[in-house]
């Protein structure tokens, strides 16, 4: 069934022969903010409903050739407007009973005031609103359901008699805690109430505001409120009457209106019914058939797919084998420029030992020469000297071999498994390694105060900290203060490296970790050293940052969480 969207005007079907009550009529609806279009006879009326539903049809009952009650039971025959609201209009008084039973929802003289039609057609939409919340699949047949509320118990009597005639289950209510407990009982899903405005017993207009209230949260939401008042009400009272939330005011000397009206209403309810439990069965089957349909072709576009995406995932695995070849290429490439830059200092360091080893060993093989030639007492002495010079070479060669026992603890091949590290013994090996750059104008501070071992791969400590000591070695050319620290607590352990160097500026700390930025001349550094740090870090699901030092200079900060660590321990 179709409806008007939340935020649009309702749309109004106008059928009236006459040009200038039709302006009239239209401009009016229009000035109250509903879209009406306008046929001038019924057979045209039944072409446009075939093209487009509106939300309430108002239809004069004289109309040229077809009359507006035939109008009406043509609609009602069909299963696309059989619910459609109608309010009819008549020139006369005497054409509401055969309006009612022609199937119209409402009937209206012309010469009504204008503001109780506006009352009347927002009641109407209103009850079309409220009873979409019907369950579309409900049994296919059900008797009506009337609450009839009147201090007078011969009226309650007569008049649940009257209604009972057509079929319905009517439940009666002396004044208000009987109706309202009605109302909230789990059986109380009524398609209709009746209710005298006029009880001595009660405050009507009151209690019409207190159901009007409960409407939305009864079992039956959506029921039709019909208020009954004295003959003749006024207009004030019918417009209280309607504020107060009733759908429609009924003179109760007029009980035969009454029940047309309830039975056009539940007969039109039930047909809305009917319409939703037939169209969810078959929007259940256009869906069955449609879920069918999209299976099908999902199955045919996998199968169709299939060859594509296998294609697309081994590019892709080829794609990531050589970005990770590349990648190793690249930090092995690194890594020996910096071995390459190592060991150019390290032949330095080699070179001095070496030559007071080449030194003494010709010593040692001219006294060892002249032993046979001299006394017992100057032989004695010679061998002292060559004792001493041979004590001199052994410590020289602890030295290289020390320097030997660094450098091959530094370039060990397995660096990508993780291990528990002893952090100071780490530092202190890197620090002998870049001591050729360090020399006597750079001292270095250590502060060992964090976790003595941690789990990481030894790449952590041996290449992320030479890179850094080594930048700032190279930021201070005259001299300065290196300070290395560690410490830890219950999230992560920390590595601090800070310097009294210029430091970095602002603008370049976030581009120093980028592969290939440098700020060192041209051919003095490949711009590699931190963007690896960097990587190995991440690696270890850690953060590698820099701030300003105390005394002013850079400070990096390596972090590791000891999570990380957990999960390999």
Known sequence: MSGTPAGEPARILLVEDSETQALELRLFLEAH??????????????????EAQPDLVVADYHLPGMNGDELIRQMRLSLRTRALPVLMLTGGNGGERQGLESGADAYLPKSADRDLMILRIRALLRERRAGGDDNPGAAAFRRGRILVIDGSATYRTFLAGLLGQDGHQVAVADGPAAALAALDARDGAFDCVTLDLLGHAYDGLALCKEIDLRRENAVGAGFHLVAISGSDPAKDFLVQAFAAGADDVISKTDAEVLALRVRGFVRRRLLE???????????????????????????????????????????????????????????????????????AGIAHEINNPLAFILAHQGTVERILGELSQVDPAAGAKSVEKARSRIGAMRLGLTRIQDLVLNLRKFSRLDEGERALVNVPEAIETVLALIQHKLGDRIAVERTFSGRPEIHCTPALLNQVVMNILGNAADAMPEGGTIRVATRSNEVCDEIRISDTGPGIPENLREKIFEPFFTTKPVGAGTGLGLAIAYSVVQAHSGSLTVETAPTGGACFVIGIPRQA?????
Do not use: Y
């Not at 969810?280 to 045919?300: D, I, K, L, M, Y």
């Not at 660590?565 to 321990?569: T, V």
């Open 33 to 50: 903010g509903f879209s009406v279009s306008r046929c001038a006879c019924a057979e045209t009326a039944l072409d446009a409903l075939n």
């Open 273 to 343: 019914e009917d319409d939703r439990r037939i169209a969810g069965e078959f929007g259940q089957r256009e869906r069955a058939v449609e879920r069918a349909r999209a299976e099908a072709e999902a199955a045919e576009a996998r199968a169709s797919l299939a060859d594509a995406l296998e294609r697309a995932n081994q590019d892709l695995a080829e794609a990531n084998h050589r970005l990770t070849e590349a990648q190793a290429k690249l930090v092995q490439a690194a890594k020996m420029a910096s071995l390459g830059e190592l060991v």
């Open 565 to 569: 660590a957990h999960a390999h321990e």
